[in-house]
């Protein structure tokens, strides 16, 4: 059974970081797209990040560029997003999702998706 476990989240003032992780389970990270995403109360899921864990450069949102970044770590089978410079605006569910269900699909749109998260709560105060 897959499983995408986010963490990292929490509450942090205007200008701090966090470093959210996205652990998958009886899936392995490396040779797919996985991106993250993030809903706030009321407004429409965004795509925040993605890239291809076989080695591809990462792509931003215009919203984060510049402040968030993606990494990976093979030997933990995880996927990091590095968020810095934090804004009131960067609040709401993060989410992460993994493996394209087919080669021809947007790797912006969560449905695209074979796997998602849970989700983790990140709320920044101004």
Same mark, same amino acid.
């Given at each position: 059974?897959?499983?995408?476990?986010?963490s990292?989240?929490?509450?942090?003032?205007?200008?701090?970081?966090?470093?959210?992780?996205?652990?998958?389970?009886g899936?392995?990270?490396?040779?797919?797209?996985?991106?993250?995403?993030?809903q706030?109360?009321?407004?429409?899921?965004?795509?925040? =990040?993605h890239?291809?864990?076989?080695?591809?450069m #990462?792509?931003?949102?215009? !919203?984060?560029?510049? %402040?968030?970044?993606?990494? *990976?770590d093979?030997?933990?089978n995880?996927?990091y997003?590095?968020?810095?410079?934090?804004?009131?605006?960067?609040?709401?569910m993060y989410?992460?999702a =993994?493996?394209?269900?087919?080669?021809?699909?947007? #790797?912006?749109?969560?449905a !695209?998706?074979?796997? %998602?998260g849970?989700g983790? *709560?990140?709320t920044?105060?101004?």
């Amino acid at each position: 059974q897959v499983q995408l476990v986010e963490s990292g989240g929490g509450s942090v003032q205007a200008g701090g970081s966090l470093r959210l992780s996205c652990a998958a389970s009886g899936y392995t990270f490396g040779s797919d797209y996985m991106a993250w995403f993030r809903q706030a109360p009321g407004k429409e899921r965004e795509e925040v =990040a993605h890239f291809y864990t076989g080695g591809d450069m #990462p792509l931003y949102a215009d !919203s984060v560029k510049g %402040r968030f970044t993606l990494s *990976q770590d093979n030997a933990k089978n995880t996927v990091y997003l590095q968020m810095n410079s934090l804004k009131p605006e960067d609040t709401g569910m993060y989410y992460c999702a =993994a493996d394209l269900l087919r080669s021809d699909y947007d #790797p912006r749109v969560l449905a !695209s998706y074979l796997y %998602r998260g849970q989700g983790t *709560q990140v709320t920044v105060s101004s």
